[in-house]
C-alpha cells in the first residue's frame, strides 16, 4: 500500500493501472512529443543540453544553428578559441561556465573516445558537463537507447499523480522505470514534459482543462473552473488539448496558441 496523497490510500497494483492510464491518456494528449532541443548529431545534441541548463529550448535552438556550423566536431570545440565561443553562446546565460563546458567536453571526447560521444550512460557520466538527466536525453534521442530523464516538470507531475514520495532524481528515475516497460520511457520522458510545460504549471496547473483530472489526486491544485484552466494551456496545440478536456476551445485565448512552453 502507498499513499499516494494526504487521505488517499492506493495498493501498489492500482498505482501501476492508473500511472499506466495515465501514460495512456498522455500519448493521446501530446501525439507532437518530442526532444525539442534541435539537433542531427549525438554531439549537437550533448552541446544542446549543455547550453539548455537555466534557459528555454527555444533560445538554445536560436543560437545552435550557427554554432553547430561553426563547430562541426568534437575537436572543434576541443580548440575553440573562448571568446569567440563565449560569444556565440551569450544569449542561453551562464557562457562562462558553459563554455568551460563545452571546450572540455571536445577535449575529453578527443582524448578518450575518438572524438565520438559515447553511447553507454556510464561512460556519458563521465563527461564534463554531462550528468545522469542529460546522459539520458543523449541516450534517448541521439542512440534509441530508452531512458528517463527527471528534469523539473517530470519530478513535479509525478509527485503531483503520486506515483513517488522520492525527491532524488536518481530514485524517482527507478521507481517510475519499473511501472512502465523500458521501450516506453523516452517517449514517456517527452510526454511528461510536454504536460509539464503546456498544462500541469509549476505555479498555475491547468486542472479546470487537463485530460489527467480523473486520475489525478493533485486535481484541484490549480483553477478547476474551465474558463480559469483554459486561459492556462500554453503551445500551438493549446485548443486541441482544450477539446480533449471537454472545454470550448474558444476559451483558449489566442496568446496562449502562440506562448513559448517554459
Ligand atoms: S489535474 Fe491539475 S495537478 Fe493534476 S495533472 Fe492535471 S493540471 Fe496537473
Given at each position: 500500500m502507498t499513499i499516494s496523497s494526504p487521505g488517499r490510500v492506493e495498493t501498489d497494483l492500482g498505482r501501476t493501472r492508473r500511472a499506466r492510464r495515465i501514460g495512456r491518456a498522455l500519448t493521446e494528449a501530446h501525439?507532437?512529443?518530442?526532444?525539442?532541443l534541435d539537433h542531427s548529431s549525438a554531439l549537437e545534441l550533448a552541446v544542446a543540453t549543455i547550453l539548455s541548463a537555466q534557459c528555454t529550448d527555444k533560445k538554445v535552438n536560436e543560437v545552435t544553428p550557427k554554432l553547430f556550423t561553426r563547430y562541426p566536431t568534437a575537436a572543434d570545440y576541443a580548440g575553440a578559441d573562448r571568446a569567440e565561443l563565449e560569444e556565440l553562446i551569450r544569449p542561453t546565460g551562464f557562457y562562462r561556465n558553459k563554455t568551460d563546458s563545452l571546450i572540455k567536453l571536445g577535449q575529453a571526447l578527443i582524448e578518450r573516445h575518438d572524438g565520438r560521444v559515447p553511447g553507454r550512460l556510464a561512460d556519458l557520466?563521465?563527461?564534463?558537463?554531462?550528468g545522469r538527466k542529460t546522459a539520458n536525453v543523449i541516450l534517448g534521442n541521439a542512440f534509441d537507447v530508452p531512458g528517463i530523464t527527471v528534469d523539473t516538470h517530470f519530478q513535479r507531475l509525478v509527485q503531483r499523480w503520486g506515483l513517488?514520495?522520492?525527491?532524488d532524481p536518481v530514485k524517482i528515475e527507478h521507481e517510475i522505470g519499473a511501472i512502465f516497460p523500458k521501450r516506453e520511457w523516452t517517449m514517456l520522458s517527452h510526454r511528461i514534459i510536454f504536460h509539464g510545460r503546456r498544462?500541469?504549471?509549476?505555479?498555475?496547473?491547468a486542472c479546470g482543462a487537463c485530460t489527467l483530472a480523473r486520475l489525478c489526486?493533485?486535481?484541484?491544485?490549480?483553477?478547476?473552473?474551465p474558463a480559469a484552466a483554459a486561459k492556462l494551456l500554453k503551445g500551438p496545440r493549446a485548443r486541441e488539448l482544450a477539446v480533449a478536456a471537454?472545454?470550448?476551445?474558444?476559451?483558449?485565448?489566442?496568446?496562449a496558441v502562440v506562448a513559448e512552453a517554459p
Amino acid at each position: 500500500m502507498t499513499i499516494s496523497s494526504p487521505g488517499r490510500v492506493e495498493t501498489d497494483l492500482g498505482r501501476t493501472r492508473r500511472a499506466r492510464r495515465i501514460g495512456r491518456a498522455l500519448t493521446e494528449a501530446h501525439p507532437d512529443a518530442h526532444c525539442e532541443l534541435d539537433h542531427s548529431s549525438a554531439l549537437e545534441l550533448a552541446v544542446a543540453t549543455i547550453l539548455s541548463a537555466q534557459c528555454t529550448d527555444k533560445k538554445v535552438n536560436e543560437v545552435t544553428p550557427k554554432l553547430f556550423t561553426r563547430y562541426p566536431t568534437a575537436a572543434d570545440y576541443a580548440g575553440a578559441d573562448r571568446a569567440e565561443l563565449e560569444e556565440l553562446i551569450r544569449p542561453t546565460g551562464f557562457y562562462r561556465n558553459k563554455t568551460d563546458s563545452l571546450i572540455k567536453l571536445g577535449q575529453a571526447l578527443i582524448e578518450r573516445h575518438d572524438g565520438r560521444v559515447p553511447g553507454r550512460l556510464a561512460d556519458l557520466v563521465t563527461l564534463p558537463g554531462i550528468g545522469r538527466k542529460t546522459a539520458n536525453v543523449i541516450l534517448g534521442n541521439a542512440f534509441d537507447v530508452p531512458g528517463i530523464t527527471v528534469d523539473t516538470h517530470f519530478q513535479r507531475l509525478v509527485q503531483r499523480w503520486g506515483l513517488t514520495i522520492q525527491t532524488d532524481p536518481v530514485k524517482i528515475e527507478h521507481e517510475i522505470g519499473a511501472i512502465f516497460p523500458k521501450r516506453e520511457w523516452t517517449m514517456l520522458s517527452h510526454r511528461i514534459i510536454f504536460h509539464g510545460r503546456r498544462v500541469c504549471h509549476a505555479r498555475k496547473p491547468a486542472c479546470g482543462a487537463c485530460t489527467l483530472a480523473r486520475l489525478c489526486p493533485s486535481y484541484g491544485l490549480g483553477p478547476t473552473e474551465p474558463a480559469a484552466a483554459a486561459k492556462l494551456l500554453k503551445g500551438p496545440r493549446a485548443r486541441e488539448l482544450a477539446v480533449a478536456a471537454g472545454v470550448d476551445p474558444e476559451l483558449v485565448p489566442a496568446q496562449a496558441v502562440v506562448a513559448e512552453a517554459p
